[in-house]
């Protein structure tokens, strides 16, 4: 069964940063397309930043500039950057495929953003 284990959360201040790993446990996970995303207490789950297999990515505008997402095949590991964290940015993160059949989700990693 494929699984997703996200880390790395915790709680930081405003400006602070944090980085977010995602072990997968699947033996194509470098063909995928991959990505980061959070869900906010009441609100929808979005998604933030992806990568796809040849190493582009992609981000919504509330992060750019700031969050970079990159990935290791090797280690079967995508990773999220995040750096000038805000409130805004409090909730839980995801990782899972993007634009293909998502896989089994995992239990996220929470990051809160408070002074």
């Known amino acids: 069964q494929v699984q997703l284990v996200e880390s790395g959360g915790g709680l930081v201040q405003p400006g602070g940063s944090l980085r977010l790993s995602c072990a997968a446990s699947i033996s194509i996970f470098r063909i995928y397309a991959m990505g980061w995303y959070r869900q906010a207490p009441g609100k929808q789950r979005e998604l933030v930043a992806s990568?796809?297999?040849?190493?582009?990515?992609n981000y919504v505008d509330s992060v750019k500039g700031r969050f970079t997402i990159s990935r290791d095949n090797a280690k079967k590991t995508v990773y999220l950057q995040m750096n000038s964290l805000k409130p805004e940015d409090t909730a839980v993160y995801y990782c899972?495929?993007?634009?293909?059949?998502?896989?089994?989700w995992g239990q996220g990693t929470q990051v809160t953003v408070s002074s």
């Open positions: 990568i796809n297999s040849d190493g582009s990515t």
């Open positions: 899972n495929r993007v634009g293909g059949v998502t896989m089994n």
